[in-house]
Nanobody
């Protein structure tokens, strides 16, 4: 059984920073590939960033250069450092994981496990 628990969301003004964290409980092999997704009201859930077992990282074009994904295997956590936040970054952010990425990193169907989400609100 795998459980993902996000934390670190909140409200911030445009240009500010937030750091999200995802605590991973369970078999680390089945969560070898992890990612962050977000979903704004009325929009589909979209991939933000992902990291492979080997440490390769992938980013959506809209966040590249502003967000950084990193994992701490010793602590079993996945972090997302978000800088230079914009109002359009406002969304519920979700942590996701899978043991094997059978599709693209930004496709929700590629992941088997999901957290409950943490809200990020950026005001202008």
């Amino acid at each position: 059984q795998v459980q993902l628990v996000e934390s670190g969301g909140g409200s911030v003004q445009a240009g500010g920073s937030l750091r999200l964290s995802c605590a991973r409980f369970g078999d680390t092999y089945t969560t070898a590939w992890m990612g962050w997704f977000r979903q704004a009201p009325g929009k589909e859930r979209e991939g933000v960033a992902s990291i492979s077992r080997d440490g390769a990282t992938y980013y959506a074009g809209s966040v590249k250069g502003r967000f950084t994904i990193a994992q701490d295997n010793a602590k079993s956590t996945l972090d997302l450092q978000m800088n230079s936040l914009k109002p359009e970054d406002t969304a519920m952010y979700y942590c996701a994981a899978t043991g094997f990425l059978g599709g693209t990193w930004y496709d929700t169907s590629s992941y088997d496990y999901w957290g409950q989400g943490t809200q990020v609100t950026v005001s202008s």
